[in-house]
């Protein structure tokens, strides 16, 4: 079962920052955090992952709180193509999917 | 240049057929998988092998049988059709010692309709 909680569906305004939350209160202390998208019926697509630690690369960042219970993926300027479903996913050795994030960027 | 690969992309058959999708890496991973996303869009890991071992399997029915032949290639035999293997299956490939962090690599899909 998905250890993680995210809101259902988001829209974002294009060229705007994207903030996607995710709840993960019960990560335990060897699991990642791990973001990947799925645009339309494709294959799903890596995104960022991060242990402890505030995590940047050429497509996003993310922020894990202090606590580790909680994170935000941060796309900074939202383009129509970034239109998907954003999974959170807490793993160690299996990744286990689920429901994500319909984001909705918006012209 | 395609990093994983997946062929069929479309298998249309009947109950009761038996019929194989194949998966190819180019990315030298040791780590391959397959994963089912039904008419619900939920993404479900079924297997995972590493360096042509098995890993991981998920609660699939034996009529589900995957094949390494070498650390490139996993590819999906399926027994006996059934109305409820339709969905997309996805291949995936991640370099990983299974013990590290790691981020798999997806191939395309391939939609499996079953009449």
């Known amino acids: 079962d998905a250890k993680t909680t995210q809101p259902p569906s988001m829209d974002c305004a294009e060229g705007r920052a994207a903030n996607l939350p995710c709840n993960h209160s019960?990560?335990?202390?060897?699991?990642?955090v791990y973001w990947y998208r799925q645009i339309h019926s494709q294959g799903p697509q890596y995104i960022i992952h991060?242990?402890?630690n505030n995590e940047t690369n050429e497509m996003a960042s993310l922020i894990i709180t202090e606590d580790r219970k909680s994170s935000t993926l941060i796309l900074p300027h939202a383009t129509l193509r970034d239109t998907a479903v954003y999974y959170c996913?807490?793993?160690?050795?299996?990744?286990?999917f689920g429901t994500g994030t319909k984001l909705q960027v918006i012209p | 240049d395609t990093a994983v690969s997946q062929t069929p992309k479309y298998l249309v058959t009947q109950m009761g057929n038996d019929k194989s999708i194949k998966c190819e890496q180019n990315?030298?991973?040791?780590?391959m998988y397959w994963y089912k996303q039904d008419s619900k869009k939920f993404l479900k890991i079924m297997f995972s092998?590493?360096?042509?071992?098995?890993?991981i399997n998920e609660t699939v029915p034996n009529r589900f049988s995957p094949k390494s032949p070498d650390k490139a290639h996993l590819n999906l035999h399926i027994n006996s059709l059934e109305l409820g293997d339709s969905a997309v299956y996805f291949c995936?490939?991640?370099?990983?010692?299974?013990?590290?962090?790691?981020?798999?690599?997806f191939g395309p899909g391939t939609r499996l309709t079953v009449t």
């Open positions: 995936a490939s991640s370099q990983s010692d299974w013990d590290t962090e790691y981020e798999q690599y």
């Open positions: 019960t990560i335990s202390g060897n699991e990642y």
């Open positions: 991060g242990l402890k």
């Open positions: 996913i807490v793993a160690y050795q299996k990744v286990t």
């Open positions: 990315l030298g991973h040791d780590t």
């Open positions: 092998y590493n360096n042509k071992e098995l890993i």
